[in-house]
């Protein structure tokens, strides 16, 4: 583990901000927050590139999944400008663990920063998705 810890941390944080933020406004500064401006997200499903079309991404995740959130699993691993993290989709009305909600897609994360801690690329995969997706 590297002595930067925080710096992943943080910059992790700030991506589970944007991908739960409701409202156009709000998610727009919270991409802003999280993305180089040029930043780029790519998994199995999807591709996009800029702080528009990855906002774009996020709203159509959670038009598609209402009333669920994003939350990590597991810890912030990094070195240099790279971290990767696992996470999963969960039902805000109440924790998995405790019978309130079921994950029904959860996967794992690399993320690459620039020298302002900023997302320049995020490389997902899917380790469970609902069928049909």
């Given at each position: 583990?590297?002595?930067?810890?925080?710096?992943?941390?943080?910059?992790?944080?700030?991506?589970?901000?944007?991908?739960?933020?409701?409202?156009?406004?709000?998610?727009?500064?919270?991409?802003?927050?999280?993305?180089?401006?040029?930043?780029?997200?790519?998994?199995?499903?999807?591709?996009?590139?800029?702080?528009?079309?990855?906002?774009?991404?996020?709203?159509?995740?959670?038009?598609?999944?209402?009333?669920?959130?994003?939350?990590?699993?597991?810890?912030?691993?990094?070195h240099?400008?790279?971290?990767?993290f696992?996470?999963?989709?969960?039902?805000?009305?109440?924790?998995p663990?405790?019978?309130g909600?079921?994950?029904?897609?959860?996967?794992?994360?690399?993320?690459?920063l620039?020298?302002?801690?900023?997302?320049?690329?995020?490389?997902?995969?899917?380790?469970?998705?609902?069928?049909?997706?």
């Amino acid at each position: 583990m590297s002595a930067n810890t925080d710096r992943y941390e943080n910059a992790v944080a700030r991506y589970f901000q944007a991908w739960n933020a409701r409202g156009f406004e709000a998610l727009a500064k919270a991409v802003d927050a999280a993305w180089a401006e040029d930043g780029r997200y790519t998994d199995p499903l999807a591709d996009a590139v800029g702080h528009e079309e990855i906002a774009e991404l996020v709203s159509a995740v959670q038009a598609q999944f209402p009333g669920f959130s994003f939350r990590p699993t597991g810890v912030v691993d990094g070195h240099h400008d790279t971290a990767r993290f696992s996470w999963e989709l969960v039902s805000d009305a109440g924790d998995p663990s405790s019978g309130g909600g079921a994950a029904p897609v959860a996967g794992s994360d690399v993320i690459t920063l620039d020298a302002q801690d900023r997302i320049t690329s995020v490389l997902g995969f899917l380790d469970r998705v609902p069928a049909g997706s």
